[in-house]
């Protein structure tokens, strides 16, 4: 689903039929599902579109696919919440985390500009060493799709969330997507900050230290989000987009879930 709302400038009301009309992206929503499950799905995706806090949207294009192949099935990653009070601690705790995956500073802020800028419907891709930009359309960024969980998994994802009082849809699809993105060989981390201006929990995802979520990354009232990954430098971007939008992934396992944790014990040895 894509919801999306048309912004008119006052002296744009004549307008010709192939001129593109200025929009904003309002909300996105996929997943993979039985077919059983689509109408209830979709009811979902539907109030989504027409009651998103950033606005109503003024159109909505909804796709339904049927998809052959077999999804390749992958363990979720294990959740937890680190300690955070502000913005400002919230950007030096994923700066942290980030460094210390050898991601240099330099493509760490290159992230945080193309977040603080918005309205991208889909994510930017980086390279961890030079900090270059890689998805070809770079107003769009790369739409991770066909991802789900099973109705087991979810059951125990479900459980193991709700132990921390956090067992909502919007954690559970972050973790989903983020479970595939950090699927994806060549990609080392991801940082996300929703654009809804009432969730101001944004997260750090990678390979070594899972999905950590960290409150308070933005102020409330900001309508400002978006997502970066972080990729290896070697690396060819068709083969990232391709996994990302094409390839069915389904969660099967659920890793164990923590509750909050500080910044130094993260850091510390063994964390996961
Ligand atoms: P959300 O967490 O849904 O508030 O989304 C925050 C930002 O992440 C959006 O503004 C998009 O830029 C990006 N985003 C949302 N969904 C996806 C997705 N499926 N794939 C890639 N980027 C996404």
Redo the contacts with the bound molecule.
Sequence with gaps: MRASKAVQSPRSKVQSPNRKIPEI?I??A?GLYEKSDIERILERYIKRAFKHPKGTADKVVITIEDIKQMPRMIRSLPVSTVKCRTPAEGKVIIAKILQSIGIPNRSIEIAFEIIKE?N????AIITAEKGDRLEPDRER?????RLGINKSALKVLSLRLSKYGIDKDVVKE?VI?ASKVLSCKNILAEV?????PY?TTGYVASKKFGYLRIPHIKHEGSKI???AFFVKEVTHVDEIKDYLEKKAVMIDKVAPCKGTVSINEILGNNYI
């Excluded at 960024?141 to 799709?145: E, L, N």
């Design positions: 992206h909300s996105g996929e918005g991208m419907r889909g994510a960024g790369v739409r991770v799709s972050a997507l996300c900050v929703s654009d809804d969730y989000g978006g997502r």
